[in-house]
């Protein structure tokens, strides 16, 4: 398990940083720092904000990047995810489902299901080519390590998952939008027979935390115009740029 004992050296690193490397920043709360995605607070100054931010400076294992064409690595993946009431919030940054049930699976151990969000444009770019969305579904094991699958989305046909409730998503930050009569099965969601791009990052947004299993879908799907307008009449640009690879390698994973 190489990439284990690698994912436990960045989180010590990072650790280490967070000991050392921010001591000259004003301390302030993260609750009471606002970040954003351009201007003063945007993600260039996101490590200068506040101490518990430091790792968007000065980490070394940091996401989005650019993912390009790995080795094949073999790791079995498992995907249980089961039909969840539609739970949205806007909250402030994008839109966010928060799931109710589900787990993704990595060789054996299981990572809860906690939530799905949207950027636009895509935050992880393929050989340079950024896409018109990105879809994170973020999880997490028991011992609190997350891990991330992304869907990559361009204009196109209509996509039939966010058909089910693109139309009413909450506009204003705080908002929440709610039904037991719309249920989720984000597994209509994926591509069919993509290979995954698979690397060791962090959270795209503050605090930027390292030891995040990335894992993202090579083949995109798509959304109409008029989907993409509804999000984007509510989110346009909340994106992290890419961070550098350093010595990380992108593996290809076959589910
Ligand atoms: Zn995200």
Redesign the pocket.
């Known amino acids: 398990m190489k990439n284990k004992y690698l994912n436990n050296l960045f989180i010590s690193l990072g650790l280490l940083l967070l000991l050392v490397g921010c001591a000259s920043h004003p301390t302030h709360s993260p609750e009471n720092v606002h970040w954003s995605y351009d201007g003063d607070t945007g993600p260039n100054q996101w490590g200068g904000l506040c101490d518990e931010y430091c790792l968007a400076d000065e980490g070394k294992a940091q996401s989005p990047v650019d993912l390009t064409q790995g080795d094949t690595h073999t790791e079995s993946l498992g995907f249980d995810y089961k039909p969840s009431m539609l739970n949205l919030v806007n909250n402030g940054h994008?839109i966010q489902q928060n799931m109710s049930g589900g787990s993704f699976t990595i060789d054996g151990e299981a990572y809860k299901f906690l939530q799905f969000?949207f950027?636009s444009a895509s935050?992880h770019t393929v050989a340079g080519k950024r896409y018109d969305m990105?879809i994170?579904l973020?999880h997490q094991n028991d011992e609190g390590e997350y891990a991330?699958l992304g869907v990559l989305l361009e204009e196109g046909e209509e996509n039939a998952f966010l058909k089910s409730f693109f139309d009413d998503l909450p506009t204003q930050a705080d908002q929440v939008v709610k039904s037991d009569e719309v249920m989720l099965d984000v597994s209509e969601l994926f591509p069919e027979n993509s290979p995954l791009f698979t690397y060791w990052g962090s959270?795209?947004?503050p605090p930027c935390t390292e030891g995040v299993h990335w894992y993202i879908f090579q083949k995109p799907v798509t959304l109409s115009t008029a989907q993409l307008k509804s999000f984007r009449d509510i989110y346009q640009g909340n994106f992290r740029p890419v961070r550098d690879l350093n010595d990380r390698k992108i593996e290809m994973v076959q589910p």
Do not use: G
């Open positions: 994008t969000h950027h935050e990105e994170h973020v991330v959270l795209t947004t």
